[in-house]
């Protein structure tokens, strides 16, 4: 049925244009504050809106993922235009004006900028000693259910919660010399079977599996990197029950399967001046694992979306690398 009064004002087409910034700035805040409610599974009370740029839009709570009977908090503050960032060549630009503001807040927090021509959240969790410039981001920042497990593990960091003290460990350098490496390797087989599973600070329970003995002991790998990872093994549960100093993404992929979304993230983690029993020289402990997030793709629009996260991070590798 044709409508009777407002058929000329009927428009499929939205402006952008800087005389509705701050409209268009509103709707931006409501989109995103509805997408966060959904990805994160969170609760939230609005900040002070409109008030100024050193403000706090959003204040968000939700369970942490994989510490049982703790709520984190995220503030938030939102962006939107052009004139806060863009997206190039597959590449999310947020620019340093959205840095500094959201710095002025005088917190670690989580900036979302939100793209009216995507119309997709993009976020970045800004540290307030961080330097403010033009931040590049992988796809693994665009908004989604997995988003709150990368959270979590930026409060987790920013917390410290049980850093890695080198003192404890000393690596048993001269065991491998002293008994054949047949043997050797047996032994840590069993005692790899036993792991299991390792409760890590920023990535929760760390599955000890096949998969990573497969890879590491593959026949195309060299045979000094095998025995490292001999020699490292034994350290696994002491190394990964703390934070490491430093960790990092190094590949991310994007895949569908049927109705769902599979990220795969593969994960750095380094453990620094780790001494040994054998000379003065101090090594660092480098571990990669694998993580995969499925959720439904139209994750938007999904209800009881909370049954239908999933996630398992196991371990893929152990090495050992000198340091200078």
């Known amino acids: ?25 509103n709707d931006s805040e409501v989109i995103s504050a509805a997408n966060l409610i959904q990805a994160l599974n969170a609760e939230l009370r609005w900040g002070t809106r409109n ?9 968000l709570s939700f369970n942490h993922p994989w510490i049982i009977g703790k709520r984190t908090l995220l503030l938030c503050q939102v962006k939107s235009g ?13 620019y340093s004006k959205g840095i500094k503001e959201a710095q002025k807040s005088q917190n670690d927090i989580c900036l979302v900028w939100y793209d009216h021509l995507t119309r997709e959240n993009y976020w970045a969790y800004i540290h307030s000693n961080s330097i403010p410039k033009v931040v590049e981001l992988g796809k693994n920042h665009i908004l989604s259910p997995a988003t709150k497990f990368e959270v979590a593990r930026c409060i987790s960091r920013s917390n410290k919660l049980k850093n890695f003290n080198s003192r404890g460990v000393i690596l048993n350098f001269k065991k491998i010399k002293l008994i054949p490496i047949s043997k050797h390797r047996k032994n840590i087989r069993t005692s790899y079977k036993n792991i299991k599973k390792i409760n890590n600070p920023l990535y929760g329970n760390i599955e000890i599996s ?14 000094s990197y095998k025995n490292d990872s001999l020699i490292v093994i034994p350290y696994l549960k002491q190394l ?21 979304t599979i990220l795969k993230y593969e994960h750095v983690l380094r453990y620094e001046k780790i001494k040994n029993n054998e000379n003065d020289k101090t090594y660092e402990v480098v571990i990669k694992l694998i993580e995969e997030v499925g959720f439904p793709t139209n994750w938007k629009n999904e209800n009881l979306l909370s049954q239908k996260v999933f996630r398992k991070t196991v371990l893929k590798s152990c090495s050992l690398k000198k340091m200078v």
């Not at 499929?12 to 700035?25: I, M, W, Y």
């Not at 052009?82 to 947020?94: E, H, Q, R, V």
């Not at 096949?210 to 790998?221: E, N, Q, S, V």
């Open 240 to 260: 990964l029950s703390f934070q490491p100093d430093r960790h990092w993404v190094i590949s991310f992929e994007n895949n569908k399967h049927n109705q769902f």
């Open 82 to 94: 052009s004139s806060f960032g863009k997206i190039t060549n597959n590449t999310i630009k947020l």
């Open 51 to 59: 008030e100024d740029n050193s403000k706090i839009d959003l204040l």
């Open 210 to 223: 096949k998969y990573g003995w497969k890879h590491m002991f593959r026949k195309t790998r060299l045979k």
């Open 1 to 25: 049925m044709k409508p009777l009064f407002i058929n000329k004002e009927l428009k499929a087409d939205s402006k952008l244009t800087r005389d509705l910034n701050s409209q268009n700035g």
